[in-house]
T-cell receptor, first 111, second 114 residues
Framework: QKEVEQDPGPLSVPEGAIVSLNCTYSNSAFQYFMWYRQYSRKGPELLMYTYSSGNKEDGRFTAQVDKSSKYISLFIRDSQPSDSATYLCAMNYFGNEKLTFGTGTRLTIIP | DGGITQSPKYLFRKEGQNVTLSCEQNLNHDAMYWYRQDPGQGLRLIYYSQIVNDFQKGDIAEGYSVSREKKESFPLTVTSAQKNPTAFYLC?????????????FGEGSRLTVL
């Protein structure tokens, strides 16, 4: 079993819809949770960063962490065609030098 | 502008040839990383380096080699011993080890073995 599981998709939704992207993990030591966005043929860029359980909002994006269920989510409101990309979750814990990534979910927003 | 520069962007090589991918950063970051990305497998860590003249193997180091002679540079050599080298290679850096979680990535190098 992988430490981090992420549905690879692809996921297609109409413009303006709310998108929900999710990851589950097995290592209870994880305490830092990230979402990266990767456009086609580009490197990933950090989108959201959260520590421990709870919600964090940044514009149309909300990151949610539920440590009791070992489950993290990224919500995109009012989705735009420019949100079409692959979204990778990543996580880490104190003292560890390496991030653990999910496989990524490929998202397409249909105009 | 600060950032990470990878070159070449596209590279073709014949089987049995070694190839070196360049990665340069001007962010003054201590840590640098090489990842490999294959469809459906996410990012897999090849090598990483926390300081100059020191580096550690990641999860899939076999068939690869690196050096870290300068803080700014972390080249990756894909050797002929790598059984399946065709992939998208990503270099990244961070201020310090993965604790902060913020990796800055280059635009990648796509290697195709013919």
């Amino acid at each position: 079993q992988k430490e981090v599981e992420q549905d690879p998709g692809p996921l297609s939704v109409p413009e303006g819809a709310i998108v929900s992207l999710n990851c589950t993990y097995s290592n209870s030591a994880f305490q830092y949770f990230m979402w990266y966005r990767q456009y086609s043929r580009k490197g990933p860029e950090l989108l959201m960063y959260t520590y421990s359980s709870g919600n964090k909002e940044d514009g149309r994006f909300t990151a949610q962490v539920d440590k009791s269920s070992k489950y993290i989510s990224l919500f995109i409101r009012d989705s735009q065609p420019s949100d079409s990309a692959t979204y990778l979750c990543a996580m880490n814990y104190f003292g560890n030098e390496k991030l653990t990534f999910g496989t990524g979910t490929r998202l397409t927003i249909i105009p | 502008d600060g950032g990470i520069t990878q070159s070449p962007k596209y590279l073709f090589r014949k089987e049995g040839q070694n190839v070196t991918l360049s990665c340069e950063q001007n962010l003054n970051h201590d840590a640098m990383y090489w990842y490999r990305q294959d469809p459906g497998q996410g990012l897999r860590l090849i090598y990483y380096s926390q300081i100059v003249n020191d580096f550690q193997k990641g999860d899939i180091a076999e068939g690869y080699s690196v050096s870290r002679e300068k803080k700014e540079s972390f080249p990756l050599t894909v050797t002929s011993a790598q059984k399946n080298p065709t992939a998208f290679y990503l270099c990244a850096s961070s201020i310090a080890g993965g604790l902060s979680g913020e990796l800055f990535f280059g635009e990648g190098s796509r290697l195709t073995v013919l």
